[in-house]
Nanobody, 116 residues
Framework: LRFSCRLWGGLVQPGGSLGLSCAVS????????LNWYRQAPGNERELVAA???????RYADSVKGRFTISRDNAKNTVYLQMNSLKPEDTAVYYC??????????WGEGTQVTVSS
């Protein structure tokens, strides 16, 4: 399983918006969950947002109301729209696919920087 992830936008100021997309090398229809994680320097990797096969979404409390995860099965792509960005959102963001029973598959990280 391979991922091709892209950041839509560059360095952004607080309050701005960015988008992440991650194209998967196979059909995502049967993937149990597609997730976005992030890891800031000195911190553990944390789950930011998740979307299941049925479209159920879950968010970290710190991003609720600001971030939106979505999936396009026809394009085998998962998205993360990030609005009202804060400096504490600065981190390396990772796309993840959880497949039963295989386990976790990870994309390469993408740096997101929010700075004035």
């Amino acid at each position: 399983l391979r991922f091709s992830c892209r950041l839509w936008g560059g360095l952004v100021q607080p309050g701005g918006s960015l988008g992440l997309s991650c194209a998967v090398s196979r059909s995502i229809f049967s993937i149990n969950a597609l997730n976005w994680y992030r890891q800031a320097p000195g911190n553990e990797r944390e789950l930011v947002a998740a979307i299941t096969r049925s479209g159920t979404t879950r968010y970290a409390d710190s991003v609720k109301g600001r971030f939106t995860i979505s999936r396009d099965n026809a394009k085998n792509t998962v998205y993360l729209q990030m609005n009202s960005l804060k400096p504490e959102d600065t981190a390396v963001y990772y796309c993840n696919a959880f497949i039963i029973p295989s386990g976790d598959y990870w994309g390469e990280g993408t740096q997101v920087t929010v700075s004035s």
